[in-house]
């Protein structure tokens, strides 16, 4: 089995638990994979299991390995002028190892409104939290203020802790009451938008 093979193999499976969010049987794999030999799908599953794209589970069932989330990473895109194509072999990057430190402690918020436009944090964009109760002058957090939540830069002057948005069309926020720091701002995804006409 070759690993373009393998590799085609393994993108039909993760296409199918993208939809489905289970790994199929043998039996069910075979068919997946227009493969008529129960052996032969039997095969394919055991070397992506040596590869630590699937494990076994429970029931004599598979789920997804270590490896299963990989994408690649290509290398880096100008967002300038063009430049040549490279031919290097990819490396491979998790969201999840590249933005979550601790996952006990992080969480994902979706955001509403414009106040942190100027920090490219959009209307609808998914925020990933870590959960903190101390933060830094500076550092973009996700604050209760007299009871609501919010995200804005974590700012200080002589009258102590306040948060500035990034939109000036926003003032800064003073709490009347308490201001409590819930976690500190760590990244963010959100899916392209339509194209442009």
Partial sequence: MQPADLSRYLGQLRDYYRAESIIPSTTQLGALWGVEARSWA???????????????APGNRLRPGPRFFE?????????????????APADV????????????DTVVFKVKGDSMIDAAIQDGDFVVIERRTTARVGEIVLAMVDDEFTLKYLAQDAAG???????????????????????????????AGRPRA
């Fill in 161 to 191: 802790y306040y948060l500035e948005a990034a939109n000036a069309a926003y003032g800064p926020i003073r709490p009347a009451r308490a201001l409590e720091i819930y976690g500190v701002y760590i990244g963010l995804f959100r899916k």
């Fill in 42 to 56: 039997h095969r394919i599953a055991v070397r992506l299991k040596e590869e630590r794209f699937l494990e076994d």
């Fill in 93 to 104: 990057v998790t969201i999840d190892s590249y933005l979550i430190d601790k996952p006990s």
């Fill in 71 to 87: 994408r690649p990473l290509a290398g880096r895109v100008r967002a300038g002028l063009p430049e040549a194509a490279a031919d």
